[in-house]
């Protein structure tokens, strides 16, 4: 049985975890579990009383298709033009702060009609609504009751099941409701308030280090079983209606793993926020492999705290490789030039074993600019495949 205490934990890491490149916060959960068991109190009262931000309850059973903003209307256009067709921006949106954003709830998310599923498939991966872009801090959570016992539920199309994290919600255990409980008649706050600036910033500034170790793991994953890349289950699999491995839900996976890291998720934690995108079968593929490889920490190893001794595996080493080049790559990365040195004095030892795994960090590097002297003995069998690739010159770190 999981707890509430867990389930939150796994909430927070979602809501504080960079979604792309941009800068956008929150990976997009759903919560699943029996009625009654607390899901939407739990959730509402976390987002409002512990991160203080308003959060916005959309229930398509109650809504309907406007407020997904699905339903078209006409708009004169400006000095006399012909009239068009708009969507409308929900007037919920001016409810958010706009230093610390907050969340769309979309409660009993399953409910949805099919033909409005399309439109909901935006909001979740797009952050669209009508005619309106989400702002990058307002995230987007979901909870539902299991189908086959949901009101008028239907099972979600793949490829909006391939953007949801499933994650499973059991009932409070007797202890949970008896703390609970407690805390009413006392008064007290429930859970302790956060300083969500101040858990962004703690997140954006330890994401780079997080980021990199996942990819390099997810990289190295790939390299040894590629079978598990893209592997949609077919139409008449109940498994296509939830999570599955897609390049898309892999991204979002990666993300998790990374997140798991940064806020402390224990294993159990971890594994589920990663299989809540690409499956338990895809999860426990990767995990296990990742057991077996057993790799170091990049940044120990860029600094000489960790040795690494390079060795018949190629997919360690290419993994070791790539996580230390994707921590130097970036300008504010610190000690960046002596880091930089040390990753290519890995790299020519890692070559002597095979020069293919050398290359993907070595790119990374040269398109850098961090090409120090201790990378030209490395660089004189490289150069035709930089060349190959459009980097030319040697700029130095």
């Not at 953007?163 to 008649?185: G, I, K, T």
């Amino acid at each position: 049985m999981t707890t509430i205490a867990s389930r939150l934990r796994i909430l927070h890491a979602a809501m504080f975890t960079p979604a792309n490149r941009h800068g956008r916060l929150g990976l997009t959960v759903l919560f699943e579990g029996d009625p009654g068991t607390a899901k939407s109190d739990a959730i509402e009262e976390y987002v409002h009383e512990t991160l203080g931000m308003h959060c916005e309850v959309l229930s398509p059973s109650e809504r309907g298709e406007a407020a997904f903003g699905a339903t078209p209307y006409p708009v004169q256009a400006k000095k006399g033009g012909p009239t068009r067709i708009s969507y409308p921006t929900p007037d919920w949106l001016d409810a958010y702060d706009a230093d610390i954003g907050g969340a769309v709830f979309v409660d009993e998310a399953n409910t949805v009609n099919p033909v409005l599923q399309a439109p909901m498939m935006g909001l979740i991966g797009a952050r669209r609504i009508g005619g309106a872009l989400l702002p990058d801090n307002v995230r987007v959570i979901g909870a539902c009751n299991p189908v086959d016992i949901a009101t008028n539920g239907h099972d979600f199309e793949p490829a909006l099941a391939n953007r949801w994290c499933f994650l499973r919600w059991d009932a409070p255990s007797p202890e949970e409701r008896r703390a609970y409980n407690a805390r009413v008649v006392q008064g007290a706050k429930l859970r302790e308030p956060v300083d969500t600036k101040a858990e962004e910033a703690r997140v954006r500034a330890a994401w780079p280090a997080a980021y990199a170790r996942a990819i390099s793991l997810e990289n190295a994953f790939f390299a040894a079983c590629p079978t598990w890349k893209n592997k949609m289950p077919g139409r008449d699999d109940p498994r296509i209606h939830r999570a599955w491995p897609s390049d898309r839900s892999w991204a979002n996976a990666t993300r998790a793993h990374a997140a798991s890291m940064i806020h402390g998720l224990s294993e159990e934690e971890r594994d589920e926020f990663i299989a809540g995108f690409v499956g338990e079968a895809a999860c426990q593929a990767f995990t296990t492999w990742m057991e077996k490889a057993d790799l170091p920490n990049a940044e120990d190893v860029l600094d000489g705290r960790t040795p690494f001794v390079p060795d018949h595996r190629m997919d360690r080493n290419g993994a070791v490789l790539t996580a230390c080049a994707a921590i130097v790559s970036p300008k504010e990365c610190p000690n960046r030039v002596a880091r930089a040195k040390r990753l290519w004095e890995l790299m020519l030892s890692v070559s002597t074993h095979s020069m293919d795994v050398v290359i993907p960090a070595a790119l990374d590097l040269a398109s850098a600019r961090l090409i120090p002297a201790e990378a030209d003995t490395l660089l004189a069998r490289l150069d035709p495949i930089l060349e190959a690739a459009g980097i030319g010159g040697k700029g130095r770190a």
